[in-house]
T-cell receptor, first 115, second 115 residues
């Protein structure tokens, strides 16, 4: 069964600093990978997705993520964090087989941004 | 597009009462998902539908929970009778689930409090 691990429960960075949120997945084939962001009191918003092709994907709000098959990772990065990026971030993996519509979500990483 | 619509946004009820949560997916999406989010358990998939048919309800916690999707534009999640441990945020998400587009779009959630 597919699974997702986000090793960091809580990360604090200063505004303007770079950011990397880690995500490791377990899946037998090439997965579909996603990053979502949840602001307080809101639903989850899709930041970016990887299905195939270029392993570096660009998303909204200046985020990017890189798929590394050898490391089973899909880490999220941003070169310069803004205070409005404070939120919880979820990595998710989907079944590329096409018959299973589920996404499996990680436990999330809470990002705090210091001024 | 209006996005996924959920109602009510907040629900406070007493133990033993019936609760019905409602969801309108994005027009044209053929898959619908119900999730529950708590601090302790994170984001859990309860049930999902494809073309209005329930595909996997293995995440439904017990018989007190039921979900229906009578047509492509409406779904309900019912809890009867409700218990305090059902207090959580319930999210509905929809997906076009077609080649190249498997991401899920989340509604704003319903915050349920059972006293």
């Amino acid at each position: 069964a597919q699974s997702v691990t986000q090793p960091d429960i809580h990360i604090t960075v200063s505004e303007g600093a770079s950011l990397e949120l880690r995500c490791n997945y377990s899946y037998g084939a090439t997965p579909y990978l996603f990053w979502y962001v949840q602001s307080p009191g809101q639903g989850l918003q899709l930041l970016l997705k990887y299905f195939s092709g270029d392993t570096l994907v660009q998303g909204i709000k200046g985020f990017e993520a890189e798929f590394k098959r050898s490391q089973s990772s899909f880490n999220l990065r941003k070169p310069s964090v803004h205070w409005s990026d404070a939120a919880e971030y979820f990595c998710a993996v989907g079944d590329s087989g096409g018959s299973n519509y589920k996404l499996t979500f990680g436990k999330g990483t809470l990002l705090t941004v210091n001024p | 597009d209006a996005g996924v619509i959920q109602s009510p946004r907040h629900e406070v009820t007493e133990m033993g009462q019936e609760v019905t949560l409602r969801c309108k997916p994005i027009s044209g999406h053929n898959s619908l998902f119900w999730y529950r989010q708590t601090m302790m358990r994170g984001l859990e998939l309860l049930i999902y539908f494809n073309n209005n048919v329930p595909i996997d309800d293995s995440g439904m916690p017990e018989d007190r929970f039921s979900a229906k999707m009578p047509n492509a534009s409406f779904s309900t999640l019912k809890i009867q009778p409700s218990e305090p441990r059902d207090s959580a945020v319930y999210f509905c998400a929809s997906s076009p689930w077609r080649e190249g587009s498997y991401e899920q779009y989340f509604g704003p959630g319903t915050r349920l409090t059972v006293t």
